[in-house]
Nanobody, 119 residues
Framework: QIRLVESGGGLVQLGGSLRLSCRTS???????????MAWYRQGPSKQRELVAS???????EYADSVKGRFTISRSNSKRAAYLEMNNLEPEDTAVYYC??????????WGQGTQVTVSS
């Protein structure tokens, strides 16, 4: 059974930083390496939105709202993905979810981690 577990969320002040981690279990290295990892977020009364993604070739994409502030990375050997968030703003307050997409054949979500940015 494949599981994704996020960690690293919390309460931070305006302009602060956090590093989210997403650790997976139940995946074999070849599957994880071929997967696209992504971070999504869902703020209060908002729809879930894509924040950043990194594919099997380590190509990254970012939402316009986080470009230059957030960095997504991955470690295939650890079966993990990360989201470094800097210069946080109150608008970044949301539950952040990790997503694994394996060749558009299988898709998995974590349970989410809360990030709250106070002004």
């Amino acid at each position: 059974q494949i599981r994704l577990v996020e960690s690293g969320g919390g309460l931070v002040q305006l302009g602060g930083s956090l590093r989210l981690s997403c650790r997976t279990s139940g995946t074999i290295l070849s599957m994880f390496s071929a997967s696209t990892m992504a971070w999504y977020r869902q703020g209060p009364s908002k729809q879930r939105e894509l924040v950043a993604s990194i594919n099997s070739d380590a190509m990254t994409e970012y939402a316009d709202s986080v470009k230059g502030r957030f960095t997504i990375s991955r470690s295939n050997s650890k079966r993990a993905a990360y989201l470094e968030m800097n210069n946080l703003e109150p608008e970044d307050t949301a539950v952040y979810y990790c997503n694994l997409d394996y060749l558009r054949q299988q898709n998995y979500w974590g349970q989410g981690t809360q990030v709250t940015v106070s002004s």
